[in-house]
C-alpha cells in the first residue's frame, strides 16, 4: 500500500486509539475495583476525568504528571492511584500491541515490525504528554472565555426578563457549542498527530504476504492463545484469587459515608422488665400522690388562715360601717 | 457379527447424565442451534449490549431479591428498613448500591443497544418485530426505574414519585386512570408504595421475561443483520459463529460491566435524603437522571400551563415514540450504511444532543435554586 492509498492519519490514529482504549480497560478497571475494595483509592466528584486520565487513554500517561504541575487536576487520593497508573503501562503496551498488528494486517496489508506496540505506545505517549497540556489550556481558556460572555450577554437590559429555564439553556448551548467545537478540533488535531506516528510505521512496514482471507485467518488466530487450556487455568486462578482478595477487602458498612448524612449514633435501649418497671411505676404514683396531699392539704391551710385574717378584718371595720351601709355577702374564694 | 456399541460403563457419571437428558429433550441439538448460529462478517464488540442487558437484569433481579429479605414495603418501615440495609447489614450497602448504579448501567446499555441497532440499520425489513419488542422492552427497563425510584421512601422517592405521577395524570382518556390507580389516595402513602412495590417486583419483572425471550426468539429467527458495510467477499471471509468469539466478547463485555457497576458502587455509594413527608421543605423534587432532559423541557414557559405541559410531557415524548415504533414502516430503504443516511445520522444527533443539553440544563438548574 502506498502513502496515498494509506487511510487519512486521523482515521489512523482513531482506529488504534478508539481500540486500545477497550482493549486495555477491561482489565484496568478490574485493578482499580480491587484499589477501591482495599482503600488504596478514593475518587473525587470528576469522574469523568478521572476515567480518562486512568483507565480510558494510552496516551495520558506522561501527560498526567505534568497536567498535575501545570494545572493541579485533583481526581482522588490514595497511594493506589500512582499505582494504577504503572500498572497500566505495561497493559497499555499489550493492547497497542494487539490493536496496531490487527490494523496493519486487515486495514493496511502490511506485516507488523516486531516490537510494534512497545514502539507505537512509547511515541503516542510522548505525543500526549505534549499536546494534552496544550489541550487542557487551550479548552479550559475557550470553556471560562464562553462561560463568561455568555453571562454578559444576558446581563443586558434586554435579555434581564428571560425566565431561568430558558436563560441556562440558552447560555449552555452558547458556551457549550463553544467549548465543544474548540474540544472537538483540538482532539483531531491530537489524533492526526498520533495518525502520523502509526503512518509513519506502516511506511516502513513491509507488505504482507497471502489473500485476504489468509490475512484474516492470521490476525485472528494471532488474538487466540496458543495453549488455550493453559490459558484458561491461569485466568481461573488470578480471577479466584482476585475475587478472594475483593471480598476480604470489600468493607461491612459503607466506606465513605457523606459528610452530610453521617450514621447516628444509636444508644443501646435498656433491657424491659416488666415487674421492676410495675413496681417502680407503683412507688413513683404513690410518691405524686403523696406530693398531690401535700399540696391540697396546704392550700387548705393557707385559705383557711385567710379566712380567719378577712373574718378579723371585718369584726374590726363593722362598728361604724353598720350605720352607713348594709351589710355585703363575703365573696365566694 | 452384530457390533456392540461401546459399553456405558465407559462413560463417566456426568456423561451419563448429558446423555439421558440428550435423549429426551435433544441437548445437543439446542446446544447446537444456540452456538452454531453464523455471525455475518464476523463477531463484533457492537453487538455485545443485548448480551450484557440480559446480564444486568440477571444481576438486578438477584441483588432485589437479596435487598427483599431485609426490605419492608410500608410506608413507617420502608425508609427505617432501608436505612437498616445501608448501616446494619453485612455488605448490605454494597448490595443497594450496586442495584442502583445496575439501573442507571441497564439505561445507559438500552440507550447504546438502541443506537447501535438504530446506526446499524438493523431495525429494516425482515426485523421490524424485533424493532417493536425492543421498544416495549425500553419501556419496561423505564417502569423499572420510576417504580424502584420510590422503593426507599425518603423526600427525593417520594417527590420524584409525586411529580412523575402528575405527569403522568396529564395524559388524554386514560391519564386520571392511571395517577389514582398508581397513587391509591389523595397523597402518595401506602397505597401507593404497595402499588409501586408489587409493580417493580412482580408485574415488570414477568413482563420483561417474556418480552426479552420473545426478542430472542425473533432475533434468532430473523438473524443477525451483520455489519452495514464491507464487500460480500470481506463480510465473508470473516463470517464467524456465535461460539467462542462472540461468546467471548459477550462475557468481557459482562465482566467489564460488573466492574464499572461496583465501582461505581464504591465512588458514590446509595445515601438517604430525610423521611418522606407531605412537606417538601428545603428539597427541590426532581426525577432520575434519565427523565431530567423531561423534567427541564417542562420548565420552559411555552410548556407552561395546563396545554402546555400536556404538549411537551405527553404529546412530545407520545410522538416521538410512535415515531419510533414507525420507523421500519417508514424507512423501507435497504441501505443500512449510516453514512449513507444523513436524515438517520443528523436525527440521531440531534436527539442525543438535546438529551444532553437538558440533562445538563436541569443540573445547572438545580445548582440554581439550591
Not at chain 1, 63 to 89: K, N, R
Not at chain 1, 101 to 111: D, G, P
Request: charged residues 15%; contains cysteine; aromatic residues 12%.
Amino acid at each position: 500500500m502506498t502513502e496515498r492509498e494509506l487511510p487519512s492519519p486521523v482515521k489512523l490514529g482513531l482506529n488504534v486509539l478508539w481500540s486500545t482504549c477497550w482493549t486495555g480497560f477491561p482489565i484496568k478497571i478490574g485493578i482499580c475495583l480491587l484499589f477501591l475494595a482495599l482503600g488504596l483509592i478514593h475518587f473525587e466528584a470528576r469522574i469523568g476525568l478521572a476515567f480518562l486520565m486512568y483507565l480510558a487513554s494510552p496516551v495520558t500517561v506522561f501527560a498526567m504528571p505534568i497536567l498535575a504541575m501545570v494545572a493541579e487536576p485533583h481526581l482522588g487520593e490514595g497511594a493506589g492511584i500512582a499505582l494504577l497508573f504503572l500498572i497500566c503501562i505495561p497493559i497499555d503496551i499489550w493492547a497497542t500491541g494487539v490493536v496496531a498488528r490487527t490494523l496493519f494486517l486487515e486495514k493496511l496489508s502490511k506485516e507488523p515490525p516486531d516490537g510494534l506496540g512497545l514502539s507505537l505506545w512509547l511515541k503516542t505517549a510522548l505525543v500526549g504528554a505534549l499536546f494534552m497540556p496544550i489541550l487542557w489550556l487551550v479548552v479550559g481558556f475557550a470553556t471560562q472565555t464562553s462561560i463568561e460572555l455568555s453571562h454578559s450577554l444576558f446581563e443586558t437590559e434586554m435579555l434581564k426578563a428571560v425566565p431561568v429555564a430558558e436563560k441556562i439553556g440558552i447560555e449552555l448551548t452558547l458556551w457549550g457549542g463553544a467549548s465543544s467545537t474548540v474540544l472537538i478540533v483540538m482532539m483531531l488535531l491530537g489524533v492526526s498527530l498520533v495518525g502520523r506516528v502509526i503512518r509513519s510505521a506502516a511506511q516502513s512496514a513491509a507488505p504482507a504476504s497471502g489473500d485476504y482471507q489468509a490475512l484474516v485467518t492470521r490476525w485472528d488466530l494471532m488474538r487466540v492463545p496458543a495453549d488455550q487450556g493453559l490459558m484458561l487455568t491461569a485466568t481461573t486462578l488470578v480471577g479466584l484469587v482476585l475475587s478472594m482478595l475483593f471480598w476480604s477487602g470489600l468493607p461491612v458498612s459503607t466506606p465513605h459515608p457523606h459528610e452530610c448524612c453521617k450514621k447516628p449514633e444509636v444508644k443501646a435501649a435498656p433491657l424491659y422488665k416488666p415487674v421492676d418497671t410495675l413496681s417502680k411505676a407503683e412507688k413513683h404514683v404513690a410518691q405524686l400522690a403523696a406530693q398531690v396531699e401535700a399540696i391540697e392539704k396546704q392550700k387548705a391551710e393557707e385559705e383557711a388562715a385567710k379566712e380567719k385574717d378577712k373574718d378579723k378584718g371585718k369584726a374590726g371595720k363593722a362598728k361604724p360601717a353598720d350605720a352607713k351601709a348594709p351589710v355585703k355577702a363575703p365573696a365566694t374564694p | 457379527m452384530q457390533q456392540t456399541p461401546s459399553s456405558s460403563a465407559e462413560l463417566t457419571a456426568l456423561e451419563k447424565v448429558i446423555a439421558f437428558v440428550d435423549e429426551r429433550v435433544g441437548l445437543k441439538t439446542i446446544q447446537a442451534k444456540m452456538l452454531n448460529e453464523p455471525v455475518p462478517g464476523g463477531s463484533r464488540w457492537a453487538y455485545v449490549f443485548g448480551s450484557i442487558l440480559l446480564f444486568i437484569f440477571i444481576m438486578q433481579a438477584v441483588t432485589g431479591i437479596l435487598l427483599m429479605f431485609y426490605y419492608v414495603p410500608t410506608a413507617d418501615h420502608a425508609f427505617a428498613s432501608t436505612q437498616y440495609i445501608i448501616h446494619e447489614v453485612d455488605y448490605g450497602w454494597f448490595l443497594l448500591s450496586y442495584h442502583f448504579w445496575g439501573s442507571t448501567a441497564m439505561v445507559v446499555c438500552v440507550f447504546a443497544h438502541m443506537s447501535q441497532v438504530f446506526l446499524w440499520g438493523a431495525y429494516k425489513s425482515p426485523r421490524e418485530l424485533i424493532w417493536l419488542v425492543g421498544l416495549a422492552l425500553f419501556g419496561i427497563v423505564m417502569g423499572f426505574g420510576f417504580t424502584g425510584y420510590l422503593l426507599p421512601w425518603d423526600q427525593r422517592a417520594y417527590w420524584a414519585t409525586t411529580v412523575g405521577v402528575e405527569i403522568m395524570d396529564k395524559t388524554p382518556v386514560i391519564g386520571d386512570f392511571m395517577a389514582r390507580f398508581l397513587k391509591g389516595g389523595a397523597i402518595p402513602g401506602q397505597m401507593t408504595l404497595s402499588r409501586f412495590f408489587v409493580v417493580h417486583v412482580m408485574i415488570l419483572p414477568a413482563a420483561l421475561m417474556g418480552l426479552a425471550g420473545l426478542h430472542i426468539f425473533l432475533f434468532r429467527a430473523a438473524g443477525p443483520a451483520g455489519p452495514f458495510r464491507g464487500t460480500p467477499e470481506e463480510i465473508k471471509a470473516k463470517t464467524d459463529y456465535f461460539f467462542p468469539r462472540q461468546i467471548w466478547k459477550d462475557i468481557v463485555g459482562m465482566i467489564t460491566v460488573f466492574f464499572t457497576i461496583c465501582a461505581l458502587a464504591f465512588w458514590e455509594p446509595v445515601v438517604l435524603l430525610e423521611e418522606a413527608t407531605p412537606d417538601p421543605g428545603d428539597y427541590h423534587p426532581e426525577p432520575e437522571w434519565y427523565f431530567l432532559f423531561l423534567f427541564q423541557l417542562l420548565r420552559l414557559k411555552m410548556f407552561g400551563g395546563e396545554f402546555g405541559q400536556f404538549l411537551g410531557a405527553i404529546a412530545l415524548p407520545g410522538a416521538f415514540m410512535a415515531l419510533l415504533a414507525a420507523l421500519p414502516f417508514i424507512d423501507k430503504d435497504p441501505e443500512r450504511n449510516i453514512f449513507k443516511r444523513p436524515i438517520a445520522l443528523i436525527g440521531w444527533i440531534v436527539v442525543m444532543a438535546m438529551i444532553l443539553l437538558f440533562t445538563v440544563a436541569a443540573i445547572i438548574n438545580r445548582e440554581f435554586l439550591d
